[in-house]
């Protein structure tokens, strides 16, 4: 019987090498760089052409052993997406799901919860997790979509590259350069359950060196329901503003500085009240080029977030961020080196029993890394040992190494193998948090003494950059966690206060595969599965009151398949097809989604988008909080016009 | 149960290693096209391009990256009437009649000499090394956010009496050393 599980794997790799060899003989003819093609190609287009063919790995990434989805702007635009959280579901190796009109649970190899905290989030960057529970507030995160260049997301351990909380995954959103972003951009949108969307962007050359672009973007957004089938009411809005500026101060030395402010209105509760989610940033980088070999990057930034919950909770967050990276290059070694230091003055205004204590914290981060990619064989094998001493307000110094090693056995074609440990910081939620029944009366107090969580990550891959038009990721792991967040019961009778522990262990193991490729010079179809399963299990001692299973509901499989077709009449047809499995605790039923846009180039700049979403389905759950009540995602449909002058 | 396992593996990977467009020919093949565009977006002076039927010539020194990929574009093809002749050159001497010359050399003193050579001809060099500019060319090619890019270095295109395009000068960063 042993044999016989191998068996989908063998049907798996023999589909593979059949869909391989019909293709490379398909691809003789319609190669997508044919003479015809590119000779009939405006400058424009010629200029948005990727160099690395379909697979899409940007320069520094395309060897590393590290498991990377690109979503391109090409994606993000073809799949009639609207928002960052939804462009994120084309990335097949994130669980995703949406929790009401502003709420979503956003998650990298499991984990996934409203409040997840193992994975870190980077815009040009900036890192925009908040420090009250590690997650990221994914209503406070907008843009222009046609202004990011790509998102990269990588699944797996980052913490000696990123620091803490890079423990299951990393996303990294880069917006365009505004040396490619020049002219006036501007796009409306209104639909079954968007009451209107606007931007404006207008981008320009101040001299030969110096380029911008200044934006101003808005949206009201619909309702999502109530299991009962009428309107929950927790429609939102929000308005956004902010400039980017790119200076070529010499030929070695490149300067940029941005800025964005934003006013939003989430009301996840529906309540009386909506949510204040407002604040600016301000991020200045400066990158120099000593030579092709050598070089480094300064960067600063200040972030200020406030966030007001309407029932006299607020959190004011402002951080002050300076980073450093060197790179040198000698002989057979490729060296990045570098520091952080970040500083973090986290405000809250409590609640008479609802409170983190002491209501001011002033949280300091430094950290220094050291990588060194080793190529052992010229062009064929690479070994990377790098380590991240990271020193927390919490936890003191934490050590966050990894080894990777690839092989690169033809050209194109790596095969790689990594071992990491990542750490999980406490955050506020974890150490100061108290929840009271009368003011001398706890239920839940906090843990001084709480730990990181610990990730010891065992990853092995495979990558095809540019086979013919096909270019394949396949990665596999398995992640031993330890000191997991548990709840804690006090002492009997009541069992109260609770307090968080670390009492949660166990083990993950999942398979991320994912394909690219341009069957025919008008059509792209990308696809990507992941497999996941968790073994987590309280740890002797612990009376976790969640038997282990709190801090994460996630689908066992999930399937995202992408397709653009390129129609005549400057008519364009974009689909988007995702099975998402089961939720077991709670349980949230499997479900497939749909999307589709037809676009129109009606006129040299103007384009008109016709998009429906979750088409299938007159309304779906996906994920159920504790908190507020269950809510279903409606099938919707929109249109757009975009102009570019 | 392992070996079929790896058969098939073998396989895959015996067969990747054979039927490659590497990233390098299609990098080459899009600045071909990028030359052939160029055609259109520059106005050379009069003495350079006397009467209809002269040939507009786009030239190649040094080792020709292009394979054939650059004739096959140009065949058949005409600007404003004159039409597109390849010719590759091994040293700068060679080089008579030239409209648009990829240049690709990476010395940087090299460059300066076949610069000094082609003074006053009404040349566009094109090159892609990172001295390009520097040492005296006027257009580089460059990869950014994994697409190609140009820089044109317009005080040098100006003084040889070339007048690019505004639209070509829109896509591209401009750049004007003095030397």
Redesign the interface.
Known sequence: MR?YK?QP??HL??A??FV??SQ?AFSQET?T?T?HK??S????E????????VS????KLKEVASAIQVISREDIRNSGVKTLPEALRLASNLQVAQVNASQWAISSRGFNNVLANKLLVLVDGRTVYTPLYAGVYWDAQNFILEDI??IEVISGPGGTLWGANAVNGVINI?T??S??T?GLFAEAAVGSNLPGLASLRYGGQLN??ISYRVYGTGFKSGSTFLTSGSKAGDDWQMGQGGFRMDW?AS?RDKVSLQGNLYDGAPNPDAGDTSVTAKGENLVARWNHSAS?KSGFQLQAYYDHRLRDFGNGFTEDLKTYDLDWQNRNELHMHRITYGANLRLMEHNVTNLQLFAFLPAHKTLYLYSAFLQDEIELLKERLNLTLGAKLEHNSYTGFEFQPNGRLAWM?????TIWAAVSRAMRTPSRIDRDFYLLITPDLSLISGNDSLRSEELVAYELGWR?????NVSISLSAFYNVYDNIRSAEPGTPPLGIPITFGNGVKGNTRGIELALNTQPASWWYLKGGYTYLYKNLRVREGSKDLNGGSAESNDPQHQLVIQSNIKLPQHLEFGTVIRYIGNLPKPYVSEYVGLDARIGWKIYRSVELNLVAQNLLDKRHTEFIPSSPSAREIPRSIYGKITCYF | ?IH??IK??L???G???S?????AD??A??K???L??FTQ?VQWPEDALSNQQEPLVIGVLGENPFGD?LK??VAG?KVNGHPLVINYYRNAPEINTCHILFINLHESGELREVFAHLKSKGILTVGDG?NF??AGGMVRFF???????MEIN?HITKAAGLIVSS??L??A????NKK
Do not use: C, H, W
């Not at chain 1, 010629?46 to 063919?53: A, F, G, K, Y």
């Not at chain 1, 899409?56 to 320069?59: D, N, S, T, V």
């Not at chain 2, 960063?173 to 004007?176: E, K, L, R, T």
């Open positions: 044999s191998y794997v063998l790799l023999f593979l090498f391989l060899q490379s190669d760089l003479v590119l000779k190609l405006s400058l424009k010629l200029m948005n052409i990727e160099v690395t063919s899409k790995y940007p320069e260049d790509r880069i365009r350069n040396k490619d020049k030969s060196k070529i030929g092709d056995p033809a050209k194109n074609n095809s950059g540019s086979f013919k | 149960m079929p396992d098939i593996l396989l895959v990977l067969l990747f290693s039927g490659f467009q590497t990233n299609r990098e093949k899009i071909a096209a990028f052939f565009n977006f990929y096959d574009i093809e990172d500019i520097k990869k950014r956010d994994n697409k190609i890019r317009a639209k070509l829109q896509v960063d401009v750049v004007s």
